[in-house]
């Protein structure tokens, strides 16, 4: 007993170096082998009862299999010689079908080729060896049509064709000469006949009587030859007898090829056959033995796997159980052990003496680690005295910190205040801008300085100081109406606006009415100013300059009541007839934007249109049309023809309320980019 006691002890103490998962891990894995190996038991038999079935089975049909063989063997023979002996196109294709069944049962008999000898190898060679005289058989029959075809045909339908000519040409040819030509032209239309029946003959018709034919045809054009000396019927004779020599060849070549098939059809063919019959025979023997063989092999497999699963699964189990006996034990001692000195520690008993453990497993890591525990707790108490030093030294580190804040704080409220008085500055500049701006826009009653017309007018900048244009100006009985809109927005474009419209001021006033030569002197105007300002500002213009009719002289047989002039390139003017129709005048080749070349007067064209009472006239900016919504739609052209529709029946004034309204609800809370200017004009 003391001796077994000290054995365990051993094992016990070996087992405390494998940690604890391995040994648990192990524990686990017998019992499931010894579970896996009963149901692999189970089902191994199970397979081997429905393998035995389906060999059995699988047997029957090799041999139900073989019992065909022989039959199908000999209707290949038959039929490969058929096709060896005559070359119909038909039989290819059963001596195949015969092949494929042959093939078939071979594929069944093949994978036990080692217990039946050789006879599946021998049975296949043979058919090998037969299916290669009849690929070789198939070879000569299309050379032997090829040549046929090729070689003799072609030649015989020139000889055919010269000897035709010759014989019914009585200038080439006398009339002695033309019968002997149509004696050797009838003689050769029977050795063709002659030559055909030798080709299709099925038993292979000796080629003597087709040779002797040709060779008779051959006498006769040598004889002709001979009298007609030289000419055109000499050459025509040296043509066919040049061709009844390649056809003698030719017939030459058919009867070495009709040899060959010959040879091969009483060799290789009956040789191979007799070898596939005789090797199907005894293969259906051999797998009627391997049968009973196969049965009583099957049985004994059988009982020896049962045999065997059943012995390894009960070793297993055994084995399973004295691991988990001696595992468990190695983890439960150990275990109470380390509980009762932690019990120990917890009741204040510091000063236990812990015993290192002399494993390697995960308990011995836990004893060692309540040392180090130990060790941590008498650490941590000193570690409390070192921590109230340090958050002593980062107080006086923080307050030295916030007082480097206070004095930058200080200096960003200096820079704050620079600042501010900078933008007020430059607040102020923009606003004398701004409303210089607004003070050179026309007044509302300088709207109404052209008699005939109704005008209302709205301009919006997209900044402080906007870029967009307009102006109207008397000259005499009529006027002129400017819109532009200088590229971008803000203090620059602003100064551009105001460079444009003093100068179109003074060119009016000072009565140039030639309207291209007008647009000309200001764009040249605009051009060296912003060439002097070092910018790259242009400004797109349009001038509508208009003349109302009067005086019988102007007025008769005349309905309209005025007439519109425009040149310069701006966005199109829209011309709302009081009927309800809408026109469109394009400015796009009236003109080019100003100040953008030096000279314009090419690209410069003038358009004009009556305009009748009621009829509206609107000019616009591109930040009218383009008003974006917060989804990114624009109000369009569209949108703004739609509503000059809607209000067409309304005041001037009504209509531009009307329509910058639509703009600002299809705008909504969405960022405005650029100017909005819109004249309304309409003829009284």
Same mark, same amino acid.
């Given at each position: 007993? =003391?001796?077994?006691?000290?054995?365990? /002890?051993?094992?016990?103490?070996?087992?405390?170096?494998?940690?604890?998962?391995?040994?648990?891990?192990?524990?686990?894995?017998?019992?499931?082998?010894?579970?896996? %190996?009963?149901?692999?038991?189970?089902?191994?038999?199970?397979?081997?009862?429905?393998?035995?079935?389906?060999? %059995?089975?699988?047997?029957?049909?090799?041999?139900?299999?073989?019992?065909?063989?022989?039959?199908?063997? /000999?209707?290949?023979?038959?039929?490969?010689?058929?096709?060896?002996?005559?070359?119909?196109?038909?039989?290819?294709?059963?001596?195949?079908?015969?092949?494929?069944?042959?093939?078939?049962?071979?594929?069944?008999?093949?994978?036990?080729?080692?217990?039946?000898?050789?006879?599946?190898?021998?049975?296949?060679?043979?058919?090998?060896?037969?299916?290669?005289?009849?690929?070789?058989?198939?070879?000569?029959?299309?050379?032997?049509?090829?040549?046929?075809?090729?070689?003799?045909?072609?030649?015989? !339908?020139?000889?055919?064709?010269?000897?035709?000519?010759?014989?019914?040409?009585?200038?080439?040819?006398?009339?002695?000469?033309?019968?002997?030509?149509?004696?050797?032209?009838?003689?050769?239309?029977?050795?063709?006949?002659?030559?055909?029946?030798? !080709?299709?003959?099925?038993?292979?018709?000796?080629?003597?009587?087709?040779?002797?034919?040709?060779?008779?045809?051959?006498?006769?054009?040598?004889?002709?030859? !001979?009298?007609?000396?030289?000419?055109?019927?000499?050459?025509?004779?040296?043509?066919?007898?040049?061709?009844?020599?390649?056809?003698?060849?030719?017939?030459?070549?058919?009867?070495?090829?009709?040899?060959?098939?010959?040879?091969?059809?009483?060799?290789?063919?009956?040789?191979?056959?007799?070898?596939? +019959?005789?090797?199907?025979?005894?293969?259906?023997?051999?797998?009627?033995?391997?049968?009973? /063989?196969?049965?009583?092999?099957?049985?004994?497999?059988?009982?020896?796997?049962?045999?065997?699963?059943?012995?390894?699964?009960?070793?297993?189990?055994?084995?399973?159980?004295?691991?988990?006996? %001696?595992?468990?034990?190695?983890?439960?001692?150990? +275990?109470?052990?380390?509980?009762?000195?932690?019990?120990?520690?917890?009741?204040?008993?510091?000063?236990?003496?812990?015993?290192?453990?002399?494993?390697?497993?995960?308990?011995?890591?836990?004893?060692?680690?309540?040392?180090?525990?130990?060790?941590?707790?008498?650490?941590?108490?000193?570690?409390?005295?070192?921590?109230?030093?340090?958050?002593?030294?980062?107080?006086?580190?923080?307050?030295?910190?916030?007082?480097?804040?206070? !004095?930058?704080?200080?200096?960003?409220?200096?820079?704050?205040?620079?600042?501010?008085?900078?933008?007020?500055?430059?607040?102020?500049?923009?606003?004398?801008?701004?409303?210089?701006?607004?003070?050179?826009?026309?007044?509302?009653?300088?709207?109404?300085?052209?008699?005939?017309?109704?005008?209302?007018?709205?301009?919006?900048?997209?900044?402080?100081?906007?870029?967009?244009?307009?102006?109207?100006?008397?000259?005499?009985?009529?006027?002129?109406?400017?819109?532009?809109?200088?590229?971008?927005?803000?203090?620059?474009?602003?100064?551009?606006?105001?460079?444009?419209? =003093?100068?179109?001021?003074?060119?009016?006033?000072?009565?140039?009415?030639?309207?291209?030569?007008?647009?000309?002197?200001?764009?040249?105007?605009?051009?060296?100013?912003?060439?002097?300002?070092?910018?790259?500002?242009?400004?797109?213009?349009?001038?509508?300059?208009?003349?109302?009719?009067?005086?019988?002289?102007?007025?008769?047989?005349?309905?309209?009541?005025?007439?519109?002039?425009?040149?310069?390139?701006?966005?199109?003017?829209?011309?709302?007839?009081? =009927?309800?129709?809408?026109? /469109?005048?394009?400015?796009?080749?009236?003109?080019?934007?100003?100040?953008?070349?030096?000279?314009?007067?090419?690209?410069?064209?003038?358009?004009?249109?009556?305009?009748? =009472?009621?009829?509206?006239?609107?000019?616009?900016?591109?930040? +009218?049309?383009?008003?974006?919504?917060?989804?990114?739609?624009?109000?369009?052209?569209?949108?703004?023809?739609?509503?000059?529709?809607?209000?067409?029946?309304?005041?001037?004034?009504?209509?531009?309320?009307?329509? +910058?309204?639509? %703009?600002?609800?299809?705008?909504?809370?969405?960022?405005?980019?650029?100017?909005?200017?819109?004249?309304?004009?309409?003829?009284?």
């Amino acid at each position: 007993m =003391s001796g077994e006691s000290g054995a365990f /002890e051993k094992v016990q103490a070996r087992l405390r170096h494998v940690p604890l998962k391995r040994r648990i891990t192990f524990t686990v894995t017998v019992y499931l082998l010894a579970t896996a %190996v009963m149901v692999v038991a189970g089902w191994r038999v199970a397979t081997l009862v429905r393998s035995n079935r389906a060999e %059995v089975i699988k047997l029957h049909e090799r041999v139900q299999s073989l019992s065909n063989m022989k039959h199908n063997v /000999e209707l290949l023979q038959v039929l490969g010689n058929a096709y060896l002996t005559s070359g119909e196109t038909v039989l290819p294709m059963r001596v195949r079908a015969a092949l494929k069944n042959i093939e078939t049962t071979l594929a069944l008999v093949i994978p036990d080729s080692e217990v039946l000898d050789k006879e599946p190898l021998r049975l296949h060679l043979s058919v090998n060896g037969f299916m290669e005289a009849f690929e070789g058989a198939t070879v000569v029959n299309g050379r032997i049509t090829e040549v046929y075809w090729g070689d003799f045909l072609i030649p015989a !339908q020139r000889i055919s064709a010269r000897l035709a000519a010759l014989s019914r040409d009585p200038v080439r040819a006398p009339d002695g000469v033309a019968r002997a030509i149509l004696r050797a032209e009838t003689a050769f239309t029977q050795a063709r006949l002659d030559v055909q029946a030798f !080709q299709t003959s099925s038993v292979g018709m000796s080629p003597d009587k087709a040779q002797a034919a040709l060779y008779g045809v051959s006498t006769q054009v040598a004889a002709i030859r !001979q009298r007609v000396g030289k000419g055109d019927v000499a050459a025509g004779l040296e043509g066919v007898a040049s061709d009844l020599n390649a056809a003698e060849q030719a017939l030459m070549h058919l009867t070495r090829l009709f040899e060959q098939r010959r040879l091969l059809s009483e060799s290789n063919v009956q040789m191979y056959g007799r070898a596939m +019959i005789n090797s199907a025979g005894r293969l259906s023997e051999g797998l009627a033995r391997r049968e009973v /063989e196969i049965q009583n092999a099957l049985d004994r497999r059988l009982w020896v796997t049962m045999e065997m699963t059943a012995g390894s699964a009960f070793v297993l189990l055994l084995l399973g159980l004295v691991a988990n006996h %001696v595992i468990v034990r190695s983890i439960r001692d150990p +275990i109470l052990r380390l509980n009762a000195a932690m019990h120990e520690i917890s009741e204040g008993n510091w000063d236990l003496f812990i015993a290192p453990d002399a494993g390697s497993d995960e308990i011995a890591e836990m004893s060692r680690t309540l040392v180090g525990f130990k060790r941590n707790a008498l650490r941590l108490r000193e570690m409390e005295v070192e921590k109230r030093e340090a958050l002593s030294r980062e107080k006086e580190e923080t307050e030295r910190a916030l007082e480097k804040l206070d !004095q930058a704080h200080h200096e960003i409220q200096v820079l704050n205040d620079r600042l501010s008085e900078e933008n007020l500055r430059l607040g102020m500049e923009i606003d004398v801008s701004r409303r210089l701006q607004d003070m050179l826009l026309p007044r509302s009653e300088e709207l109404a300085v052209i008699p005939a017309l109704d005008i209302a007018a709205f301009m919006e900048p997209a900044t402080e100081v906007g870029g967009d244009y307009y102006d109207v100006l008397q000259d005499g009985d009529g006027g002129c109406i400017t819109i532009g809109d200088v590229t971008g927005h803000g203090l620059e474009s602003g100064v551009v606006m105001l460079m444009a419209q =003093s100068a179109v001021r003074a060119l009016v006033l000072a009565e140039e009415h030639n309207l291209p030569r007008l647009l000309d002197v200001l764009n040249r105007t605009m051009f060296q100013t912003i060439h002097r300002m070092g910018g790259e500002k242009n400004l797109s213009f349009t001038l509508l300059d208009y003349r109302p009719y009067e005086g019988d002289a102007l007025a008769v047989e005349r309905t309209a009541s005025g007439r519109l002039t425009v040149v310069g390139q701006h966005e199109s003017v829209l011309i709302l007839r009081h =009927s309800g129709d809408m026109e /469109e005048i394009d400015t796009l080749p009236l003109g080019l934007p100003l100040g953008l070349v030096e000279n314009i007067a090419e690209y410069t064209e003038v358009a004009t249109t009556d305009l009748y =009472s009621g009829d509206l006239v609107v000019l616009y900016s591109d930040g +009218i049309t383009e008003a974006a919504s917060t989804d990114g739609r624009l109000f369009g052209i569209e949108g703004l023809r739609a509503e000059l529709l809607r209000h067409r029946g309304k005041r001037v004034d009504e209509i531009k309320d009307g329509v +910058i309204h639509a %703009v600002r609800r299809h705008i909504g809370l969405a960022t405005v980019y650029d100017d909005m200017t819109l004249l309304v004009i309409r003829q009284k």
